[in-house]
């Protein structure tokens, strides 16, 4: 019979492991996936003495795959963004924490119209996993939220984290999508791709190998999507509607300007993250 490890012994290794091969989180990451092989929550692991052999051997398997960089939330299956649990894996772009604070602009602007006793009508474009309109069917529930996703892939992760969220799912383009909405739209949320074509070699392995380009890349300036948006927000939305829209931390001018440069918008602001950098805009469709 095999003996068991100590479960210091087999998280030690582990982050040294991971810390070695550039993982950004190598403590978090491992306690993550020794957490999901035992069952349990990262909280829980100081209950836990000794990792078993089979436990210790499947562990090692996702360690070393996650060593060479494939995303933590593939190999665990899941995502959390904000108050849900998203499903996600390969084909579909991976939720990340910064995206929370545009879908919670989303809420908040959401919410407010139903204080007004009204029913907001949302459109989430180039939805991805459907991590934020999830999120506003979640925390808005009197919301009527509409999502599109072009890519087949994606949108077959969408459709298992938003089946039974009364979501209206469809799949398509974000620049024809809706037209049965023209006009009458409150808020138009979306977090398109933005990273230009020449910094293919910066971005971070776990998101230029595994994450489809479709959700990164957009031209040559990385605003190719964005002035798409700018152009179906502006059909989309009823006079004084909102659009918010995520970008690159560099894009805290140039993306802005894609709408100021219209004349279709007011109060067109950029937003920054909990870390100070610029994260997204938000503009009000002229009445």
Request: proline share 6%.
């Amino acid at each position: 019979m095999s003996t068991p490890s100590p479960r210091r012994v087999v998280l030690a290794e582990a982050t040294a492991r991971l810390r070695e091969s550039g993982v950004a989180s190598p403590e978090h990451d491992a306690a993550e996936l020794l957490a999901h092989v035992l069952g349990t929550t990262r909280g829980r692991l100081v209950l836990v003495d000794e990792v078993p052999t089979p436990a210790a051997e499947e562990y090692a398997a996702l360690v070393a795959r996650r060593a060479a960089r494939e995303p933590l939330q593939h190999l665990t299956g899941s995502a959390w963004f904000r108050h849900v649990e998203l499903a996600v894996g390969p084909g579909v772009f991976v939720p990340r924490p910064e995206t929370e604070l545009l879908a919670g602009w989303a809420v908040d602007r959401a919410a407010a119209l139903v204080t007004e006793g009204r029913t907001p009508v949302v459109v989430d474009l180039c939805t991805g996993s459907g991590a934020i309109a999830r999120s506003l069917a979640h925390e808005v529930p009197q919301a009527v939220v509409h999502a599109v996703e072009l890519d087949e892939a994606a949108h077959r992760w969408a459709e298992r984290n938003l089946a039974g969220t009364g979501v209206d799912l469809r799949q398509g383009d974000l620049a024809t999508a809706f037209d049965d909405l023209a006009g009458s739209v409150d808020v138009v949320v979306c977090n398109p791709p933005y990273i230009p074509l020449e910094a293919w070699e910066s971005v971070a392995p776990e998101a230029r190998d595994h994450d489809p380009h479709l959700a990164l890349f957009s031209g040559d300036d990385g605003l190719d999507a964005m002035r798409v948006l700018e152009r179906r927000a502006a059909l989309l939305l009823r006079p004084g509607g909102e659009v918010g829209a995520e970008h690159a931390d560099v894009q805290g001018e140039s993306a802005p300007a894609v709408f100021s440069a219209t004349g279709r918008w007011t109060e067109v602001r950029d937003h920054r993250d909990l870390a100070g950098r610029a994260r997204f805009l938000t503009a009000r469709l002229a009445r």
